[in-house]
């Protein structure tokens, strides 16, 4: 069972506008949620992260939203730039656990 | 060095033959975390070490996985007599611990034909 989904494979946004990433979870387990961003080629590169505690985090252009009660995140990127575009992983992590579970991933393009 | 060294970056496999794929983590990280992923999809988690202990193997798909870390550092994932489906890219990742966040390596993409 995938208990980690993003549900849009991809993404296309203009450049300077709004990037909303979405992520759906089923494990009540998870209390800490991850973004990574991954370049071809690349390994997975950290983005921002929430504990559960928090319903919002923030890191520049990069912001994260928690809804316990509906088990979703969402990464918004504002403004978005063409080097943004990459494939976003959402992970979550159970706090006595020892691995990450990934969604399929988000293909994200910003069109200049 | 700076960062989690993947090798080989590309391997391609007869079927049946034995592969290894070497993880140098960062230096002084404890934990080191292996994932495979397939095409299109998320990485899955395959095992993970603290120090020379593998305290969770629950994600290696079969008993032709095996994985050791025999001095605290490097880290080797083995697969005996390869399948096509074991044909992914294979992702080493280290940590300090578990709230410090992973660095993940490059990985290999390992081909099997």
């Known amino acids: 069972d995938q208990q980690v989904k993003q549900n849009s494979p991809s993404l296309s946004v203009q450049e300077g506008r709004i990037s909303i990433l979405n992520c759906d979870y089923t494990?009540?387990?998870?209390?800490?949620f991850l973004w990574y961003k991954k370049y071809p080629a690349e390994g997975p590169t950290f983005l921002i992260s929430?504990?559960?505690?928090?319903d919002k985090n923030e890191d520049g252009r990069f912001t994260v939203f928690l809804n316990k009660s509906a088990k979703h995140l969402s990464l918004h990127i504002v403004p978005s730039q063409p080097g943004d575009s990459a494939v976003y992983f959402c992970?979550?992590?159970?706090?006595?656990?020892?691995?990450?579970?990934f969604g399929e991933g988000t293909q994200l393009t910003v069109n200049p | 060095g700076a960062g989690v060294s993947q090798s080989p970056r590309y391997k391609v496999a007869k079927r049946g033959q034995d592969v290894a794929l070497r993880c140098d983590p960062i230096?002084?990280?404890?934990?080191l975390f292996w994932y495979q992923q397939a095409l299109g999809q998320g990485p899955e988690f395959l095992t993970y070490?603290?120090?020379?202990?593998?305290?969770?193997k629950s994600g290696l798909p079969s008993d032709r996985f095996f994985a050791e870390r025999p001095e605290g550092s490097v880290s080797t994932l083995k697969i005996q007599r390869t399948q096509q489906e074991d044909s992914a890219v294979y992702l080493c990742?280290?940590?300090?611990?578990?709230?410090?966040?992973?660095?993940f390596g490059s990985g290999t993409r390992l081909t099997v034909v």
């Open positions: 990742a280290s940590s300090f611990g578990q709230a410090y966040g992973y660095t």
């Open positions: 494990n009540s387990m998870f209390d800490y």
């Open positions: 929430i504990s559960s505690i928090k």
């Open positions: 992970a979550a992590e159970e706090t006595s656990g020892s691995r990450l579970t």
């Open positions: 230096s002084g990280h404890v934990s």
């Open positions: 070490f603290q120090n020379e202990a593998q305290l969770d």
